[in-house]
């Protein structure tokens, strides 16, 4: 004998049971050093400043017109 269920399970049943799996929307904090939105423990993506230092050197990017 196989496990196989007995009765079908409702959508809403289901729903209930996976109600805490979705996506969120990422945390934000304000750059010191730049004041543009980075994520919170991640190098900024705009100045490349983690923590009061430059980690990485941003380049600028020049416009194809």
Same mark, same amino acid.
């Given at each position: 004998? =196989? ?7 409702? *959508? ?8 805490? +799996? ?8 304000? %750059?010191?050093? %730049? ?5 919170? $423990? $991640?190098?900024?993506?705009? %100045? =490349?400043?983690?923590? =009061? *230092?430059?980690?990485?050197? +941003?380049?600028? *990017?020049?416009?194809?017109?």
């Amino acid at each position: 004998m =196989g496990a196989l269920p007995k009765q079908r399970i409702s *959508r809403h049943r289901q729903g209930n049971r996976r109600r805490h +799996i979705f996506l969120t929307a990422p945390e934000l904090v304000t %750059c010191p050093n %730049c004041r543009e939105q980075r994520r919170a $423990h $991640h190098v900024c993506p705009n %100045c =490349g400043f983690y923590r =009061g *230092r430059q980690v990485i050197v +941003i380049e600028e *990017r020049s416009r194809a017109s």
